[in-house]
């Protein structure tokens, strides 16, 4: 049975930082990486990494978020510096193992302006 704990979501002032980790249990896993959902809104991409640590960004992230990943402990990061109210949402971890998509249930990052 897969799961994908999350952890390191919390509430800071705009310029802050903040590091998310999702800790996944149960397969082998491919890519990983973070996607976003704000109320109102759909869930949008952060960030991906696969097994030989390739990583995708949004452009609305890049050069301020850095996604990483341990392959022993089947975790990924998220970096998160330079933090904006729009940056405000909850944060799903993904993974992907053998053609199925896993999604955490997500914490909540929210940045105060």
């Known amino acids: 049975q897969v799961q994908l704990v999350e952890s390191g979501g919390g509430l800071v002032q705009a310029g802050g930082s903040l590091r998310l980790s999702c800790a996944a249990s149960g397969s082998i896993f491919s890519t990983m990486g973070w996607y976003r959902q704000a109320p109102g809104n759909q869930r949008d991409l952060v960030a991906t990494?696969?097994?030989?640590?390739?990583?995708n960004y949004a452009d609305s992230v890049k050069g301020r978020f850095t996604i990483s990943r341990d392959n022993a402990k089947s975790t990924v990061y998220l970096q998160m510096s330079s933090l904006k109210p729009e940056d405000t949402a909850v944060y799903h971890c993904?993974?992907?193992?053998?053609?199925?998509?896993?999604w955490g249930q997500g914490t909540q990052v929210t940045v105060s302006s």
């Open positions: 993904y993974a992907r193992a053998f053609g199925s998509s896993y």
């Open positions: 990494i696969t097994s030989n640590l390739i990583t």
